[in-house]
């Protein structure tokens, strides 16, 4: 009989109570347990069934020494393990490039335990792409791995020293006297990238709000030039976010103006 082993797609990193494992293809994220992170350690490939019984069995309370036999059993039935020689352990991994695309779409859906997984094993299959340590130690601060995110940021900041935000966000990563005040290299930096993209980021904001107040079929606010639909218009950038601010605030609104970020795969 083969033995079994853990799918080569699969993505485990430990957390304080076990393990958390993610597989990209189907998009399931599985939580272990202690004892169920030592058993899939155990499942490399190297040992039977048998042997894995005789190394965890002793770690299980009396009687229960076939719950390792249904764990496998499971494991094996949501993708977790396979068996050695299998077609799906044959199953390629992921591309660093493939990983990269999908942790920036898992965090955009706000799925950043996923996302930093995916994160980690980019920057351990290609250590040298900078962009990559980047956005890992901005998941990292999401998901609270302070420590993680410093060396990530350090990462990047050894191959981009000019970088005076990174710079500065560096010292309180590092719990070191913050200066006085930020560096005007860092101000300029951090503005200069937010006045790009901020007249295009507050139109696509309010875009998902004017669609949400026409899909309610609600009367806007009455300002400014009334249009046939019951709309008001006031023109432009400026416009538009008035329109979504007169939304916000209309006390007959029973739902916040939301933002979504879901993104279809």
Known sequence: MPNPTTNPVVLLSPVENGYVAYDPVSDRL????PVAALIAELCDGSRSVD?????AGPL???GKVGEVDRWIDDAMKVGLLTWQGSESANRRELTAAELYTLAKRLKQSNKVQTAYLCG???VELTPQDWDAWYDLGEICQCVGRREEARGAYQKYFEAHPEDAEIEHLLVALRDDTPPPRMTDRAIQQI???FAASY???ML???RHGVDRHRASHRPAIAVGDQRSDGTAHFGGAAGAWFFCASTLISPSTP???TVSLNSSR
């Not at 599985?30 to 347990?33: F, K, P, S, V």
């Not at 042997?51 to 190394?55: F, K, P």
């Open 51 to 55: 042997d894995i019984r005789a190394l």
């Open 60 to 62: 299980m309370p009396e």
């Open 204 to 206: 696509e904001d309010c």
């Open 191 to 193: 503005y200069k990238g």
């Open 255 to 257: 739902e916040l103006f």
């Open 199 to 201: 007249e295009a980021r």
């Open 120 to 122: 980690k094993r980019v």
């Open 30 to 33: 599985h939580h272990l347990n």
